[in-house]
């Protein structure tokens, strides 16, 4: 059993930054791929991007490529999601989750999510 809990989420406006956070519990995080996700009001849930266990292959949708940055701290059990020149566009809810594969995109574990907002 995993438990995720994200915090970082806030109020900022186009062009600034974020860095979302997701805590894990458990003994086994780095046997876990992360991913994290989002979604828009009236909007599908939808992959932002993907971390290895061991934090060597990353993934990124086309939307956040050269913006968005994921990374891992296996000894803090932490993932995290570094948001730079952030667009209103990128205004959701915020989800990680874990997985057992990194191909496999069968998440079993998730976060209650972080509101971040982007205001014009």
């Known amino acids: 059993q995993v438990q995720l809990v994200e915090s970082g989420g806030g109020l900022v406006q186009a062009g600034g930054s974020l860095r979302l956070s997701c805590a894990a519990s458990g003994r086994t995080f780095s046997s876990y791929a992360m991913g994290w996700f989002r979604q828009a009001p009236g909007k599908d849930r939808l992959s932002v991007a993907t971390?290895?266990?061991?934090?060597?292959?990353?993934r990124y949708a086309d939307s956040v490529k050269g913006r968005f940055t994921i990374s891992r701290d296996n000894a803090k059990n932490t993932v995290y999601l570094q948001m730079n020149n952030l667009k209103p566009e990128d205004t959701a809810v915020y989800y990680c989750?874990?997985?057992?594969?990194?191909?496999?995109?069968?998440?079993?574990?998730w976060g209650q999510g972080t509101q971040v907002t982007v205001s014009s």
């Open positions: 989750a874990a997985a057992s594969s990194y191909w496999s995109g069968a998440y079993a574990y």
């Open positions: 971390i290895s266990g061991n934090g060597g292959r990353t």
